[in-house]
């Protein structure tokens, strides 16, 4: 069976007086609608409290479609605003990662501008001083990965021979030096040293206080810092310093040149938080002040400029100097 919807009439001459609406205040659902009014609003104002009206609400209510026009669609202001104010528009997810990855492209370019300003920094305090740093990772990815040990203030003789003899190609290994010559407690003797190095390692070494280098370094101009900085030839040296009274050693290759050409020589120590220093030429100079004069000491001494590479091996120290050298080589 078909049923056909008929149109929705409203009697304003019902038999019962409780049913019934004033034909002036009842009209047809759409006639002139406000936009933000449902068709069920307008009616519910219009017969308020009517029988018959709710009635006939409940027949629009089956049959109403919001309209979907320009009116409907986009924000919906908030009560009291016009179209247009207070609207919250919905950011997409596609323009939050956008601006994400802007905000890490931006830290990363600081960080890089940073990073430049530090590295530029640093090559001006390297030309200032003469001496180039380089830090034990770049050198060991040039060198190879066990071309130098670190250890601390106690295993540094040990250390000291261990480095010496890889500049020399002579093979050996810091566990085999160090269970044969350090001791339970204090510091290691050269003397012990240099006899490991001799009946096991086949190396020399021989005492520049001996005169066996052919020069007396630590009577020379410009003391032994300067007088050791001036070899170049290649030979490396078991070199030990004061320390604001504490013995260290360190090694002196004195013709390596491989980081670039303008240095010659460098000095390996077995901190594994210090780098490897590079001797530049000016690092074998005497110094001058600005107008070219010889800088000279309370003593009337010229000042060599070796005194501050050497320092600065150990910044926090108030002294650094050479009290002993020794010359290594195969036998």
């Known amino acids: ?58 027949a629009v209510s089956a049959t109403y479609e919001p309209q979907a026009d320009a009116e409907t669609t986009g924000p919906v202001p908030a009560l009291g605003l016009a179209p247009g104010q207070g609207e919250c528009p919905v950011q997409s997810k596609q323009k939050r990662k956008a601006e ?29 001083n003469g001496y180039v740093d380089e830090s034990k990772q770049s050198w060991r990815a040039r060198e190879g990965g066990r071309s130098a040990v670190d250890g601390n203030q106690r295993s540094c003789s040990q250390d000291g021979l261990v480095n010496g003899a890889k500049r020399l190609g002579v093979p050996v290994t810091k566990k085999a030096v160090d269970a044969a010559t350090l001791p339970p407690v204090g510091d290691t003797k050269v003397g012990v040293i240099v006899a490991y190095a001799r009946e096991e390692l086949g190396i020399s070494m021989l005492d520049a206080k001996t005169g066996a280098l052919g020069v007396q370094i630590f009577q020379a101009p410009g003391g032994p810092e300067h007088a050791l900085l001036q070899i170049t030839d290649g030979s490396v040296f078991f070199t030990e310093l004061n320390v ?47 107008n070219g ?8 001494k010229p000042v060599s400029a070796a005194r501050d590479m050497f320092n600065s091996i150990f910044p926090g120290a108030a002294s650094v100097s050479v009290v002993g050298v020794w010359l290594m080589s195969k036998m």
């Open 1 to 58: 069976m078909t049923h056909m919807m008929m149109p929705l009439m409203l009697n304003p001459k019902a038999d019962d007086a409780g049913d019934t609406c004033d034909a002036d205040t009842m009209t047809t659902v759409n006639h002139h609608r406000h936009q933000s009014e449902t068709p069920n609003l307008q009616l519910i104002k219009q017969c308020k409290g009517v029988p018959t009206c709710r009635a006939a609400i409940g």
């Open 100 to 128: 994400a990855q802007q905000e890490r492209d931006r830290s990363k370019k600081a960080a890089r501008s940073e990073a430049a300003l530090a590295q530029k920094l640093e090559e001006r305090s390297e030309e200032e």
């Open 244 to 290: 604001d009274g504490d013995k260290h050693v360190v090694v002196y290759d004195s013709g390596y040149d491989s980081y670039s050409g303008d240095t010659c020589g460098a000095i390996i120590d077995n901190s594994k938080d210090s780098v490897v220093k590079h001797i530049d030429p000016t690092d074998r100079s005497f110094k001058v002040d600005e």
């Open 293 to 300: 004069k010889a800088v000279l000491s309370k003593k009337g």
